[in-house]
């Protein structure tokens, strides 16, 4: 009996003090595909889905509205969505800036030094170079990501529509 109380005890310690946490989602950043799952043309109630409700919707100076995160780890983060067909129906861009943690599968994020950018996914198609900024801007099927370094290191990456 006393056997039998000791293993009883025993397992409901061990099985109590066993601490549990549920992982925080990870960040991601899919070149060529997606941010955060988010894809070029997502209508607004998938963008929602997607990310959560955003902070702020603000309508812009175009025909749609634009979703600003300012909490967690979506802090900086600015979804605009269009309703005028020319732009095109539905997410046009995704942008993020510091304190995202997400990054690709190489390892590409907010903080990266341009030089390490480069030699990942190589020469841009088009780039622009200023001071302190500097824009690299690569073309892929379903969209183009811009990243944006200030004195070589990245500020802000930006999906957007392809050319």
Known sequence: MFKYIFVTVFIFLFTSCQHTTTPEPQSQIVLGDNIEGVQIGDDSSTVVRKLGKPSYIGDGDMNGYIFQY???RLAYTFVTISKD???????????????????????????CER???????????TSFAGSPLTYDIYYFNKNG????????????IIMSKPK
């Open 115 to 125: 030089e390490f950018v480069l030699g990942k996914i190589g020469v841009p198609d």
């Open 70 to 72: 300012t909490e967690g």
């Open 145 to 156: 990501f811009t990243f944006t370094y200030e004195n070589q290191i990245i500020h802000r």
């Open 85 to 111: 067909p020319l732009f095109g129906l539905g997410t046009i861009s995704v942008s993020l800036e510091g304190p995202y943690a997400g990054k690709t599968k190489d390892g590409i994020k907010i903080k």
